[in-house]
T-cell receptor, first 111, second 110 residues
Framework: QQQVKQSPQSLIVQKGGISIINCAYENTAFDYFPWYQQFPGKGPALLIAIRPDVSEKKEGRFTISFNKSAKQFSLHIMDSQPGDSATYFCAASKRDDKIIFGKGTRLHILP | DADVTQTPRNRITKTGKRIMLECSQTKGHDRMYWYRQDPGLGLQLIYYSFDVKDINKGEISDGYSVSRQAQAKFSLSLESAIPNQTALYFC?????????FGPGTRLTVL
């Protein structure tokens, strides 16, 4: 019940296309859903996050879509660029508890 | 200066050796974490601490120990290193819900 399942494991997208990464969770007590971006040789960095009281959050080309009834959320990267090539982790947490991470998606944007 | 620093950045050691990885932060956060990253396995939580007097095991604590010397310092020790502890290790801090990661330590156990 503590797991966060992430798919796909790897993804290749043409420059200018839309990258979509999906995550699913079981624990309905989770109330914070962040996405982290990790470049090779670097630590993960918080990219964008959403709380379950909204269905969508957009920051620039990055959008989180949240479906509370399905217990799913996804990251959409619009107009994907080669500089977006990185590993992306979804995560979930509840108040005053540790974060549970998905296993990551390696995204490669073809130039 | 980096907010979360880890030393060393790279370390090669031999089986059976004791090794300590150190993490320091200038963010003033109470919460600190140690993660291990292996290809395809994501980030696995080793230990976490919500304040100086609080230490909690994560999902893969066997073979590891930690020390929270101060609010700003959190060390991870491998008492007797073994080859399957070869991995990338990250320290992270948080005050609220988002976590801030250090640059990582690449550890190789021969």
């Amino acid at each position: 019940q503590q797991q966060v399942k992430q798919s796909p494991q790897s993804l290749i997208v043409q420059k200018g296309g839309i990258s979509i990464i999906n995550c699913a969770y079981e624990n309905t007590a989770f109330d914070y859903f962040p996405w982290y971006q990790q470049f090779p040789g670097k630590g993960p960095a918080l990219l964008i996050a959403i709380r379950p009281d909204v269905s969508e959050k957009k920051e620039g080309r990055f959008t989180i879509s949240f479906n509370k009834s399905a217990k799913q959320f996804s990251l959409h990267i619009m107009d994907s660029q080669p500089g977006d090539s990185a590993t992306y982790f979804c995560a979930a947490s509840k108040r005053d508890d540790k974060i549970i991470f998905g296993k990551g998606t390696r995204l490669h944007i073809l130039p | 200066d980096a907010d979360v620093t880890q030393t060393p950045r790279n370390r090669i050691t031999k089986t059976g050796k004791r090794i300590m990885l150190e993490c320091s932060q200038t963010k003033g956060h109470d919460r600190m974490y140690w993660y291990r990253q292996d290809p395809g396995l994501g980030l696995q939580l080793i230990y976490y601490s919500f304040d100086v007097k609080d230490i909690n095991k994560g999902e893969i604590s066997d073979g590891y120990s930690v020390s929270r010397q101060a609010q700003a310092k959190f060390s991870l020790s491998l008492e007797s290193a073994i080859p399957n502890q070869t991995a990338l290790y990250f320290c992270a801090t948080s005050a609220g819900r988002g976590q801030f990661f250090g640059p990582g330590t690449r550890l190789t156990v021969l």
